[in-house]
């Protein structure tokens, strides 16, 4: 019985539990990187390209130097033979060249870091170095895809495409184009660097993300052992794939912190963190569907042109092959070909945004199934209902890669949760009429959605219980935001049967978790959550052995409930098992180690595959060209809720970010590469009163994963996959066009010519 997996006891895992961090964050006592202060520091400030492409012939760096309190003024000069960031899932066919560099000779994009200033603080460091200096040769710019060679070609498919073409009774294509545009976490980077010269270890704080990865990027490139390198993940405000990931400036602080001796702090501005931090989404789909008579798909065809930015950054060529490899998505396509090119122009590099590559091939092929409806002469719900794989069909082994991982679809079934969220949605079709026959301008429009998540290959946890019988777990998790600490506590809570609040989980710190991968892909609860499973039952089974020895009673016969073991009327809870491990214990057995704690990984092969579907009603002024959206539905199927609250919370916030991308979220530069929105002024981020007022949701819980014990999926991104999809259906019902939107976002300007 000590070897099996224990029954759950606490009934901890479905709840809605309150979040744990909320009571740090909401008390105004979170830590963010620029809290984090230490004895001596001082302040960085990063001097970035005005131009979009030009060889550096002359940094002058005297007149800054020259400031009294401006302790250094560094160059790519200064940092000698750094080779450039690597990518952290590489594919093997990465381009030469496209990595970023530190400080180069040569810049492709306007805020490219090109010097570094330290001075006494951050106001001093600003003016310096403004006076820092540049001679510049200038060189030609690419600023849109088309006019650049590809850099990188990808293929994916299968089955005889131009067969089913040529066989069609219906065949639609479609030009669609996806802006570019970001993740804007609440506060941007900071970071905090001190190096210790009497043991020669050096610390990091605020590298929120993948810490591990990072902190072995940073050795390597400071040829320092890993070990003496600590990273300390801070609160952050979102991350959203863009935030944590290894930038220049996280080699940068370091090294300079190692140079003067002294801790060196430097934190980000609004205006660097719109051309610094990864954009995404920028690209272009001619987008092509076969149909039978019954409009049933014979195959899809997708050619992509994917507008990389500058450089590979850590993502290397991860979202045009997502793109290509999840385009297909719940539905059954006999044959299936997909190409991209991926191009490098002289804007800001991109990287991954929450549902990378599912969001751009998600608009492409639920519009073009909307359109291709109203051409065939099919109702947008029937086209989807006769071409939806069905129950039957999965598990659904799909002859496509997903992140260098086989495409199993796990469980499901995806036709019952469009009709769920139709039926959920019925009446909004009476509202949209009610709208109309008043004079406005109103639509609805929907779209089915695949998702990943739970990207392997492993994640490590450690739970320790203590002798006052609190428990600790080790992740190898970061939280960013999306309440993982809480989601964690409830997963160990309810193996060992304790209160949830008397879990303390510690993310993020490279000493206390060597080996852990971070929170990104939706993997966290999938993966993390899995590991303090395994780790917790690991806890459980040497805490009934000691309690048995303790007790003096065989273990198959002790009762385990709240958090003890009992043998009739004696027990003894998990804080006294926890003492009785130390050294020297009557009950600890001679050889055996002390303590009250286990680490495990869990690993998986392959990912698991949440579905969902938006749902839009949308009213827009025809005076303005305005958008707004009175209702709004999410309905996602998510396997296992550990704790719904978030799961919810979860989809509404990423309602919002795929508002912003689908209205109005744009970089957009002019015929030099100039940023032309870099300021909230021309980013136009969504605020509450763009956002939808009431956002419903569906937390489906019908199909746990096979593939993993606790059954869940992720929900980090199912809130906004779908969101530019259904966004633009509803548009285009509320303009009545017989032809495609053509582009995200859908801004007023467009929207008021499409009116005339």
């Keep these: 019985m000590s070897t099996a997996t224990p029954e759950r006891t606490g009934g901890v895992v479905g709840a809605r539990v309150r979040r744990h961090e909320d009571d740090r964050l909401l008390k105004g ?183 591990v990865f990072n902190r072995n990027v940073l050795a390597r490139m400071l040829g ?38 002294r801790p060196v702090k430097w934190t980000e501005d609004r205006a660097e963190n719109l051309v610094a931090l990864n954009h995404s989404r920028q690209q272009r789909h001619r987008i092509a569907a076969a149909f039978d008579a019954d409009a049933r798909l014979l195959a899809l065809r997708d050619g992509i042109t994917h507008d990389n930015g500058a450089y590979l950054r850590t993502h290397g060529l991860l979202v045009p092959e997502l793109t290509i490899g999840m385009l297909p998505g719940p539905y059954r396509v006999p044959a299936y070909q997909a190409s991209v090119e991926v191009v490098l122009t002289n804007k800001t590099p991109c990287g991954t945004y929450r549902a990378p590559g599912r969001y751009e091939g998600t608009f492409a092929r639920e519009h073009l199934l909307d359109v291709a409806a109203d051409r065939i002469g099919i109702d947008r719900a029937e086209i989807r209902r006769r071409n939806l794989l069905r129950p039957e069909e999965i598990p659904h082994v799909r002859p496509l890669r997903a992140l260098g991982t086989d495409m199993v679809l796990d469980a499901g079934d995806y036709p019952a949760l469009l009709e769920t969220a139709l039926a959920r949605t019925s009446g909004w079709r009476d509202e949209v009429a009610r709208l109309r026959n008043s004079g406005r301008k109103a639509g609805y429009g929907f779209a089915v959605f695949l998702e990943k998540s739970g990207l392997g290959p492993h994640e490590t946890a450690d739970v320790i219980v203590e002798p006052s019988g609190r428990i600790r777990v080790h992740s190898g998790g970061t939280s960013l935001g999306q309440g993982i600490e809480t989601v964690l506590a409830q997963i160990a809570a309810d ?132 958008v707004t959206v009175p209702r709004y539905l999410v309905a996602y199927e998510i396997g296992k809720a550990i704790n719904p609250t978030l799961v919810e919370g979860q989809l509404v916030g990423g309602v919002a970010q795929g508002l912003g991308g689908a209205l109005y979220e744009n970089f957009h530069y002019d015929d030099q590469g100039q940023p032309q929105a870099a300021t909230f002024m021309d980013y136009l981020m969504p605020t509450a009163a763009e956002v939808p007022g009431l956002v419903d949701t569906i937390v489906a819980e019908d199909a746990p994963s096979p593939d993993n014990p606790l059954g869940t999926k992720g929900a980090g991104e199912g809130g906004i996959t779908a969101a530019g999809a259904a966004l633009a259906n509803a548009v285009r019902d509320a303009l009545g066009l017989g032809e495609a939107v053509g582009r995200l976002p859908l801004s007023p300007q467009w929207i008021c010519t499409e009116l005339g």
């Excluded at 006019?147 to 495409?161: I, L, Y």
């Excluded at 290894?246 to 190692?258: C, G, N, V």
Aim: charged content about 25%; some cysteine; glycine content about 10%.
């Design 495 to 626: 193996r060992l049967g304790v209160d949830h609040e008397d879990v303390q989980v510690v993310n993020g710190d490279t000493d206390l978790q060597p080996f852990g991968l971070g929170s990104w892909a939706s993997r966290s609860t999938v993966l993390a959550g899995n590991a303090v499973d395994l780790a917790a039952t690991a806890v459980l089974a040497r805490a009934r052995s000691l309690a048995a020895r303790m007790l003096g009673a065989p273990e198959d016969l002790l009762e385990h409930a709240a958090g003890a073991f009992a043998f009739g009327d004696r027990s003894v809870a998990l804080g006294e098992i926890a003492a009785a491990c130390a050294p020297g214990s009557p009950y600890l057995e001679p050889g055996t180690e002390p303590g009250l704690a286990a680490r495990r990984v869990f690993e998986v092969d392959h990912m698991t595959y949440p579905y969902g579907v938006h749902v839009a009603l949308v009213d827009i002024d025809p005076g303005t060209g305005h």
């Design 29 to 211: 006592l979170g830590r963010f990187a620029d809290d984090v202060n230490r004895l001596g520091q001082v302040h960085a400030r990063i001097v970035r390209s005005t131009l979009a492409h030009g060889e550096i012939l002359r940094i002058d760096t005297a007149e800054a130097r020259a400031l009294p309190g401006v302790l250094a003024v560094i160059t790519g000069a200064d940092l000698g033979d750094i080779p450039p960031i690597p990518i952290r899932l590489p594919r093997g066919d990465e381009p030469d060249g496209c990595l970023q560099r530190i400080l180069p000779d040569e810049v492709r994009y306007v805020g490219e870091p090109v010097a570094a200033v330290v001075a006494a603080d951050p106001y001093l460091a600003e003016d310096a170095a403004e006076l820092v200096t540049v001679e510049y040769r200038e060189l030609p710019v690419v600023l849109d895809a088309a006019d650049g060679p590809a850099s990188a070609r990808m293929q994916a498919g299968f089955g005889e495409v131009d067969a089913a073409f040529s066989a069609a009774a219906h065949v639609v294509e479609l030009d669609l184009d996806v802006g570019r545009h970001a993740a804007v976490p609440m506060e941007p980077r900071g970071l905090v660097a001190e190096y210790d010269a009497a043991n020669g270890r050096l610390q990091v704080w605020g590298a929120t993300k993948v810490p």
């Design 224 to 261: 320092m052992p890993a070990e003496q390198v600590r990273l300390h993940a801070m609160d952050a405000g979102g991350g959203f794939g863009a935030r944590g990931e290894f930038y220049p400036e996280d080699l940068l602080i370091p090294w300079l912190a190692r140079r003067l001796r």
